[in-house]
C-alpha cells in the first residue's frame, strides 16, 4: 500500500510559477514509477507526466513540455512537478500516481495509487 499526499498548488498568475510536491509513505517509493496528471472542470484527467523508478527516464505531454520539468528524491519518497509560464489552460486539480514497476506509462487506469489532489488556479 502506498499513501500519496499532495502539495504546493494555489492562485498565481499567467505567468508564474509553482512546484508541486508529492510525498509518498512507505519504504518501497523506488519500486514506482511515478506520474502527474491533472483534471480541469468539466474535462477527463489527462497525463501531464511521468518518471521512471531511478529518475533516469521522463516523459511529457505535448501541452507542457518545455513548461513542466519532473524530477524525484527517492531518499525522501518525494517526486516534484516543477511548474513554470503558468498559463490559465493549466488550471485544474493535480494528481500524484504511482505505479509498480519500471515502465512509463501514460493512461490512468495502469497507475495503482492516486493521491487527493492540489488545486492549481491561474489568472490571466
Known amino acids: 500500500q502506498v499513501q500519496l499526499v499532495e502539495s504546493g498548488g494555489g492562485l498565481v498568475q499567467a505567468g508564474g510559477s509553482l512546484k508541486l510536491s508529492c510525498a509518498a509513505s512507505?519504504?518501497?517509493?523506488?519500486?514506482?514509477?511515478m506520474g502527474w496528471f491533472r483534471q480541469a472542470p468539466g474535462k477527463e484527467r489527462e497525463f501531464v507526466s511521468a518518471i521512471s523508478r531511478n529518475g533516469g527516464s521522463t516523459s511529457y505531454a505535448n501541452s507542457v513540455k518545455g513548461r513542466f520539468t519532473i524530477s524525484r528524491d527517492n531518499a525522501k519518497n518525494t517526486v516534484y512537478l516543477q511548474i513554470n509560464n503558468l498559463k490559465p489552460e493549466d488550471t485544474a486539480v493535480y494528481y500524484c500516481a504511482a505505479k509498480y514497476g519500471t515502465y512509463i506509462v501514460t493512461t490512468t487506469n495502469s497507475y495503482d495509487y492516486w493521491g487527493q489532489g492540489t488545486q492549481v488556479t491561474v489568472s490571466s
Open positions: 512507505g519504504r518501497t517509493f523506488s519500486s514506482y514509477t
